[in-house]
């Protein structure tokens, strides 16, 4: 199993998301959807807190971007209702709503506590013994070799995302044990969350690093 999977318990019996919809957005892949489901848990479950901050703070672009992501990312995977009130939350808060986001923001917050909760339930499963030997024995990086896989990956993001996070599961076996592993993982986490922007500069920096071309 890669990653971030959970255990046996059928992705059909949660009822806070649409694991048919997030299934079909990552192109019928299985493990990863179950690894985005665990990077959700891990990442988002304070959005709500991070959207009242920047609020209180009068940063209400900040706030609307963090409603924007959340909206984003609950729609890959399929968390709908996380998706709807995200998304009018966002729509008020670019409106100049003040005040009155507050019934909106605890509904945002049960919403997504409902999801969360589910996804707690399921139990993680570690990486296998096998996999962590092989990306600690990993080789130094091989330009070539690397360069190949990141121009790939920049052509996959838009075009076939399953494909793509198969092709940072590569490259994690060829940079996990070198100076660029923290950057990697930068990487990994963008896949992860849908973030394709993120991605492309951590792709464009793995690539200057190792001097490496991208055409």
Avoid: W
């Avoid at 995977?77 to 005040?99: L, P, Q, S």
């Amino acid at each position: 199993r890669k990653r971030g999977d959970f255990g046996d318990r059928s992705l059909l019996t949660l009822s806070s998301v649409d694991a048919k919809t997030g299934l079909m957005r990552v192109g019928g892949n299985e493990s990863l959807y179950r690894r985005l489901l665990a990077s959700f848990r891990g990442d988002y479950a304070d959005s709500v807190a991070k959207i009242e901050a920047a609020l209180a703070q009068g940063t209400a672009d900040d706030a609307r971007r963090l409603a924007h992501t959340l909206k984003g990312v609950a729609g890959n995977i399929g968390a709908k209702r996380v998706f709807d009130v995200a998304r009018e939350v966002e729509t008020k808060i670019a409106a100049g709503a003040g005040a009155e986001l507050g019934p909106l923001l605890s509904n945002l917050r049960n919403v997504l506590d409902e999801v969360l909760r589910e996804l707690s339930a399921l139990v993680p499963v570690t990486e296998e013994p096998e996999q962590r030997e092989t990306e600690a024995g990993a080789k130094p990086a091989d330009p070539e070799a690397v360069g190949a896989l990141l121009r790939e990956l920049v052509q996959l993001l838009d075009a076939d995302f399953s494909a793509a996070a198969d092709r940072v599961e590569q490259l994690g076996v060829a940079l996990c044990s070198t100076p660029l592993a923290p950057v990697f993982q930068n990487l990994r986490g963008c896949v992860d969350n849908f973030n394709t922007t993120g991605a492309r500069e951590r792709i464009m920096e793995i690539a200057n690093a190792l001097k490496v071309s991208m055409d």
